[in-house]
């Protein structure tokens, strides 16, 4: 097939363990779900799952420096578990739906939180507050094999002190429900990731502070902010 232009990289992830990699076809994210996240932002404990969505060449590997991004004066952290999707369908029903994930990872949800809010009181899309390059970094990817986490220690440390920590089992809506909630609106395709959303201590990153943070018995990220 001949193109126009030169076909753009295919974005992917490491695989802990492995020299393969998991090729990335959509990032999606949850918002707002763990309650006392949801409190911090001014939200209900339980309303519906809303989604957001991220380019696939967002994601950085762990260990990466990334430079401060532009526009934005109130760069956020969020860490978050990533459920990385291995297998597609529509309307999931929440007792298959972790039939379809093949793997999971820590990762965090960079924000550029004046553009959000801005947006808010516009009541215009957050895309350019979520969507932007770099904002996706992702720890190696844990394979599944049958095994998935409903509980367990997340938290995110800035310059080592720690800022977010929580537990898994705090989710609003748990893996299994947010991908048949996914399901409903989108088909979900091999290759998906989906930022399951972050605990309460979300704050504010600044040039030249390191961010480091894990999911327990998942995997670690470690990403710099450069100036």
């Known amino acids: ?44 404990e339980r309303e519906p799952p809303f989604f957001f969505s991220k380019p696939a060449d967002a994601v950085v590997e762990s260990g990466a420096s990334i430079p401060y991004p532009p526009d934005t004066t109130d760069l956020h952290h969020e860490i978050e578990l ?44 957050w895309d350019l507050a979520k969507g932007f390059d770099r904002s996706a970094p992702i720890s190696p990817i844990r394979p599944a094999a049958g095994a998935h986490p409903g509980a367990g220690r997340i938290w995110l440390a800035v310059d080592g002190a720690m800022r977010q920590e929580g537990d898994l089992r705090d989710m609003i809506w748990s893996v299994a429900e947010t991908l048949a909630a996914l399901s409903r609106s989108v088909i979900l395709q091999p290759g998906d990731l989906v930022f399951t959303g972050t605990p309460e201590g979300v704050g504010p990153v600044a040039r030249g502070q390191t961010l480091t943070g894990g999911v327990d018995g998942v995997g670690e990220i470690r990403v710099r902010i450069d100036g």
């Open 1 to 44: 097939m001949d193109f126009v232009i030169a076909p753009p990289a295919q974005p992917s992830v490491a695989v802990a363990g492995s020299d393969a990699r998991f090729p990335v076809r959509r990032i999606f994210c949850v918002g707002r779900n763990y309650a006392a996240h949801a409190r911090e932002m001014g939200g209900d």
């Open 82 to 125: 990533v459920v990385a999707v291995g297998r597609g369908g529509s309307d999931i029903p929440v007792e298959a739906a972790l039939d379809n994930v093949w793997g999971y990872a820590a990762g965090i949800d960079l924000t550029r939180r004046d553009l959000q809010a801005a947006a808010k009181k516009a009541g215009k899309p």
